[in-house]
């Protein structure tokens, strides 16, 4: 079973950084591709960022040299740092999981709201 658990949402000003992190548990995370997605109000969920088991990552445009991903397999958690804040990066953020080895198995979290604003 896949369970993620995210953290690290809150208000920040424009300009300002926050620090998500998806914890995994019950499953050995290096099997699995990781991703972020956000939704904001109104908007459908899309994809943010994505590191597969190589540490290769990819970036939604809009977030390209201000967000970055990283997975610590040791401690079983994907971190999202994001820098440079926007207003437009206001929504609820999701990481997923994704099997390598078996398509039938993902898995979300529950979501962590990121809010900027002055």
């Known amino acids: 079973q896949v369970h993620l658990v995210e953290s690290g949402g809150g208000l920040v000003q424009p300009g300002g950084s926050l620090r998500l992190s998806c914890a995994a548990t019950?499953?050995?995370?290096?099997?699995?591709?990781i991703g972020w997605f956000r939704q904001a109000p109104g908007k459908e969920r899309e994809g943010v960022a994505m590191?597969?088991?190589?540490?290769?990552?990819e970036y939604a445009d809009s977030v390209k040299g201000r967000f970055t991903i990283s997975r610590d397999n040791s401690r079983k958690r994907v971190l999202l740092e994001m820098k440079n804040l926007k207003p437009e990066d206001t929504a609820v953020y999701y990481c997923?999981?994704?099997?390598?080895?078996?398509?039938?198995?993902?898995?979300w979290g529950q979501g962590t709201q990121v809010t900027v604003s002055s």
């Open positions: 590191i597969d088991r190589s540490n290769t990552a």
């Open positions: 019950a499953f050995t995370l290096e099997n699995y591709c």
């Open positions: 997923h999981a994704q099997s390598l080895s078996d398509s039938s198995q993902d898995g």
